[in-house]
């Protein structure tokens, strides 16, 4: 099940309700986030595409509640890389055809995994590759292939990993890549990219979640 995205009537806030879970004491709680944007909110209608609340297993060391805490956070974090890099989320197999070239390209030269595409206001597009393996960030292999890539800042990537206790550190690195005739407004999204992180909220901080 997917958390249900709700936006206020307030033109910078949004509201998401989290699917409802249980704490350690076996009571069900609804996890709900309030979020603050710089965009109005019709700018965030399918965040829950990218982060969407799973039903994970229950048997691992960790609270459920932890569970439906961090789903939440890469919510959050979404909506802040989303303000950071003025990109918009793209969805539908008919709106992801566009990127095929893109995402074959980038493909052939480092895995893909937890991928979502994005398209800035100039209609350039995006992949957002957010992967657990560790490897080589090698750009020679990028610039030759024409391709651009940077590394989001852990407090901007949505992802961020399935360790789920709190406290618990990144697992994973968030890459963004373009095509390299994109390379004014990629430099545009590291420097805002850059300055967003001097102010974010940490990879885990939970202000703005409450349980209900």
């Not at 710089?38 to 960790?62: A, D, G, M």
């Not at 994005?118 to 490897?135: H, I, K, Q």
């Not at 992180?197 to 202000?207: C, N, V």
């Amino acid at each position: 099940m997917m958390p249900l995205t709700i936006l206020s009537s307030h033109q910078h806030q949004v509201v998401v309700f989290g699917c409802p879970d249980v704490d350690a004491t076996g009571n069900a709680v609804h996890p709900k986030l309030i979020k603050q944007t710089l965009r109005t909110s019709k700018h965030y209608p399918i965040f829950t595409v990218l982060c969407s609340h799973r039903q994970e297993p229950l048997n691992w060391n960790r609270a459920p509640q932890d569970v439906a805490t961090s789903w939440l956070l890469r919510e959050r974090r979404a909506i802040d890389f989303a303000d950071a890099t003025k990109l918009t989320l793209s969805v539908g197999k008919r709106n992801h055809r566009r990127f095929d070239d893109l995402y074959s390209r980038v493909r052939e030269l480092v895995k893909v995994d937890h991928d979502s595409f994005w398209v800035s206001p100039t209609g350039a597009l995006f992949l957002l590759n957010e992967l657990y393996d560790s490897w080589e960030e090698n750009q020679c292999i990028f610039s030759q292939a024409g391709l651009i890539q940077i590394r989001i800042p852990v407090c901007l990537a949505p992802w961020g990993g399935i360790d789920y206790r709190k406290g618990a550190k990144p697992t994973g690195r968030s890459y963004l890549y373009c095509d390299a005739s994109n390379n004014v407004e990629m430099a545009e999204i590291v420097s805002r990219l850059s300055t967003a992180a001097l102010t974010a909220p940490s990879f885990d901080d939970t202000t703005g979640v409450s349980y209900v």
